[in-house]
């Protein structure tokens, strides 16, 4: 064997992949790279080892793609050192899927979260980036952690921030709602200052190559919006789960030692989106949201205030426009679902004294009567007996009743006190002449 021979036996060259591993199809390699916005070599590499055990290093995979296609760069990224479970940064990524479920072309958007120094990930995937879509978005963010934050950090979306400028900060109704139910400040990034959100923009381009290129080179998997929800999870796990070079510990582990210690552990129900919806009570008095067929009685006195209805599947708040977090409601009830049009759906306790003079004129029976009487003193509760059994029928005689009763109301033009209406109907009673009296 020659010196040549020996030398390349015991140091082979390093220009030429050794035969014994399977060599990486760096042409595939390379069109995922080019047709799937941030694909990684890592994830390149994470791939061809899940295959090949005893594949190469991931220094060597780097070389042998130099090789093949001669060139490659790595974009260096800003590193800071992050509070342990300070701030949960939240975002939507740029890149989305187009799918097609039931022969419809659907477009899919991630909303990604990074959490305190592990930058712990949580993505999920989405139909449409609302309000309700991000506040769910949060929600289910802080259930997977386990655990809440000291402050929330958006970025200048609508959904979580109306207005950011010159110091001031106006944050969109619904997410502020929702920061108040678990406690946490919000401090939005600054337009334009992208190193407020280092973290997540690292996450976003990390879950945008380990899930959602993924999602994008095998969508003609998916059936269903539910399939991409479980492959998302299935791949968010992944991501969080793999190991650090170098180390025997994942994201999680860093999680659990350094942020979850730090962080209020998450022990309330999940956060309940209520929509709003604003109007002006009419002279009805009676609101409804949009798309119910419902409507609802709130005080009278608030004719003409403008309100704001916060309501969800069960429950519906009216409060005046402008309420303050600590503000009671002005109304609250239970939501009604009937196919009637417009049902009604009143208290009678909100209703002004003269509505509820006409209203009891065409519902109440004899024993209410009475019983209003009998507030009122003996001789008035005789005097109303008597009218009642005075004809044959006593509905006939509920007005004159209730023009006895309201005259010691609130609001009656020739009001009298309950002693005064006693003696007038003590004297009534002592001259017979009940059947004759004027209302």
């Known amino acids: ?68 296609c001669r060139k490659f760069s790595v974009k260096p990224v800003l590193l800071r050192n992050e509070e342990p479970g300070k701030c949960m ?12 479920l039931d022969n419809e072309e659907v477009t899919i958007y991630f909303f990604v979260t990074s959490i305190g120094a592990s930058e712990l990930a949580y993505v999920e995937p989405f139909l449409d980036m609302s309000t309700e879509s991000y506040i769910a978005g949060n929600v289910h963010a802080l259930r997977y952690y386990g655990a809440v934050p000291k402050v929330l950090v958006p970025d200048n979306c609508k959904t979580a921030v109306n207005r950011n400028k010159d110091n001031e900060v106006d944050l969109n109704e619904a997410f502020k709602e929702m920061a108040a139910y678990y406690q946490c400040v919000v401090l939005p990034a600054r337009p334009r200052s992208p190193t407020d959100k280092n973290d997540v923009e690292a996450n976003v381009h990390h879950s945008e190559d380990w899930i959602i290129s993924d999602i994008e080179l095998h969508k003609e998997q998916f059936h269903s919006f539910r399939d991409i929800q ?16 170098g180390t025997d510990f994942n994201r999680w ?24 919806y604003y109007m002006t009570v009419p002279n009805s008095y009676h609101v409804h949201i949009k798309g119910d067929r419902q409507q609802y009685s709130v005080p009278y006195q608030y004719i003409s205030k403008d309100v704001v209805i916060l309501y969800d599947l069960s429950t519906l708040e009216v409060y005046l426009k402008g309420y303050k977090p600590n503000d009671p409601p002005i109304a609250r009830r239970e939501r009604v679902y009937s196919s009637r049009l417009n049902t009604v759906n009143t208290n009678p306790a909100y209703r002004p004294e003269s509505h509820q003079i006409a209203v009891n004129l065409g519902v109440k029976d004899s024993e209410w009567y009475l019983a209003k009487a009998r507030e009122i003193g003996p001789y008035t509760e005789k005097l109303i007996h008597q ?13 004159s009743c ?35 009296m004027k209302y």
């Open 253 to 276: 582990d860093w999680f659990r030692d350094t942020d979850l210690p730090e962080m209020k552990i998450l022990t309330q129900k999940d956060f309940v989106l209520r929509q709003r």
């Open 402 to 436: 209730m023009g006895v009763i309201t005259m010691t109301w609130s609001g009656h033009k020739d009001r009298v006190t309950k002693a005064e209406l006693e003696g007038a109907c003590r004297y009534a009673l002592a001259i017979h002449s009940n059947s004759k």
């Open 1 to 68: 064997m020659t010196d040549a021979e020996l030398e390349q036996r015991f140091f082979p060259s390093r220009s030429e992949p050794r035969r014994d591993k399977v060599v990486p199809d760096f042409r595939k390699v390379h069109d995922h790279l080019t047709h799937t916005h941030h694909r990684s070599l890592m994830h390149e590499w994470f791939d061809y080892r899940e295959q090949n055990p005893d594949g190469y290093s991931y220094s060597r995979f780097l070389d042998l793609y130099r090789q093949w």
């Open 89 to 100: 940064y939240i975002d939507w990524s740029s890149d989305t899927v187009t799918v097609i």
């Open 230 to 245: 479980i492959e998302c999870r299935r791949l968010l796990d992944r991501q969080n789960q793999q190991k650090f070079r």
């Open 387 to 399: 009218l009642l059994v005075s004809r044959g029928n006593p509905e006939s005689m509920y007005k």
